[in-house]
């Protein structure tokens, strides 16, 4: 595992005055039809600090199910402990796992922790990433990952506003939009073939790493004239299909995404981490998971508004400590860095980084050394809107319930929605036109974690 550099110049600001969301709603068509309002959009400095006041949200999925008990609530000592221990962190009187210890120094500062998530899940499926809810019948429901980039994308953009960065180990569970229309849709990014050949017992054998969506370059038989020309066409054959089906969500929202090629191919170098000095490169490790999570840094910085990086296979039903001795310490590398280089550019005030996953494990540990499906599991939000070092919720001595501040699926996505500025109680018309709450009604975030 690559240790951390030195950190690179701080590029922190102080916070502006004018968010991008305050500039606009206070300021109006009067501003902005002024000298001054077009002067300050014209400004190079001030438009880069409107990007970066854009409120994102950075998803670590952890798909397989991470075990709580080998990193943010340990049992030592009890049977369902496991071999590891546990040491002190940043906030006083909490320990997580030794498998931690990056992460460890970093939780006053960065992190609140949740430790008594119910997920009512206990298999491999996408029903936490839909917030408990149904993607069949009569309401289609939306993702968490497509609500939020619905609610945070700029319609100006031109870079994508939902990307997902796909696991090459078990099972993804992939985003879907629902009734919101497929324009909110992720972009997913497959890592690309295993290579066949023998590795370490407990090493997961590596992909040829895709970190780009394909196809986002021009063929080198089309020109760029000839791809605008062919752009064009399509427009007005589409305008002209289009008259009197102005009410067709499907049709709107392949026009829309057709008309966002050329922004996705000029955005081709985002995908691109061989942008980055070698020393940035060193810091996040060159495993799939650091590189990813390099790549998705960078789409965040650019003003995408929600990036999601899946990091498996968790699911160890036999030789769990074996398996998470590997995996934490990276998880834990990757984290640390991640967290550390988006507070050095003044990205973390605005970015809401999650940890979250399908389930938990169990606190019984089988016959082949493994843990098994548990409902009950940790997760973390970092950076924007949260205040650190909280540590919500407990489970009793052993793990096999939750003892205090047990929260929901659908309190958990209202903790997020409310730290980014999104109103987690909007109604959104179905396509039958029922509105559709974001949230369930009457559900309330976990002010407790809250900034």
Request: glycine fraction near 10%; aromatic fraction near 8%; charge should be neutral.
């Amino acid at each position: 595992m690559p240790q951390l550099s030195l950190r690179s110049t701080v590029y922190g600001s102080a916070e502006h005055v004018l968010s991008r969301r305050a500039f606009f709603g206070a300021t109006g068509g009067a501003l902005l039809g002024g000298a001054l309002g077009m002067n300050a959009l014209a400004s190079p400095a001030f438009a880069n600090q409107l990007q970066r006041d854009q409120k994102r949200v950075l998803m670590i999925f952890l798909n397989g199910g991470m075990s709580q008990f080998e990193s943010w609530d340990p049992k030592p000592g009890r049977p369902t402990g496991g071999p590891f221990l546990s040491i002190p962190t940043s906030v006083p009187g909490y320990r997580i796992s030794e498998l931690m210890p990056e992460v460890a120094t970093r939780i006053n500062r960065y992190t609140a922790v949740i430790r008594s998530l119910d997920s009512r899940n206990g298999d491999h499926t996408d029903f936490t990433i839909f917030g408990g809810k149904p993607k069949q019948g009569p309401v289609r429901y939306p993702s968490l990952g497509c609500m939020v980039a619905r609610e945070l994308a700029s319609p100006d953009s031109q870079v994508p506003d939902h990307v997902l960065f796909t696991n090459y180990l078990g099972e993804n569970m992939f985003e879907s939009a629902g009734f919101l229309g497929s324009r909110w849709n992720p972009i997913n990014i497959v890592p690309g073939q295993i290579p066949a050949g023998r590795q370490p017992p407990f090493q997961s054998r590596q992909p040829v790493l895709n970190l780009a969506p394909p196809a986002n370059r021009l063929p080198d038989s089309l020109t760029d004239a000839d791809h605008r020309e062919r752009e064009a066409l399509r427009n007005q054959l589409s305008q002209r299909f289009a008259a009197g089906r102005g009410r067709d969500n499907v049709l709107l929202s392949h026009s829309t995404s057709y008309g966002r090629v050329r922004g996705m191919m000029e955005s081709a170098r985002l995908f691109d981490i061989e942008q980055e000095s070698a020393t940035m490169r060193s810091r996040y490790g060159s495993t799939p998971f650091g590189q990813q999570a390099l790549a998705a840094r960078r789409l965040i910085e650019a003003g995408v508004p929600y990036v999601r990086v899946n990091r498996g296979w968790w699911d160890h039903h036999g030789q769990n400590a074996e398996f998470h001795g590997e995996m934490v310490p990276e998880l834990d590398h990757v984290l640390s860095v991640l967290l550390d280089d988006l507070q050095e550019r003044g990205l973390l005030r605005h970015t809401l980084v999650v940890t979250f996953s399908e389930m938990g494990r169990t606190p019984i540990i089988n016959n082949n050394n493994g843990r098994d499906h548990f409902p009950l599991m940790s997760v973390t939000l970092s950076g924007c809107g949260i205040r650190p070092g909280v540590i919500h919720g407990s489970t009793n001595d052993t793990g096999t319930a939750i003892a205090t501040g047990r929260i929901t699926l659908q309190q958990f996505f209202a903790t997020i929605m409310r730290a980014v500025g999104i109103d987690h109680q909007k109604e959104i018309n179905n396509t039958d036109g029922r509105p559709v709450p974001l949230t369930d009604y009457g559900t309330e975030p976990l002010a407790e974690v809250l900034a």
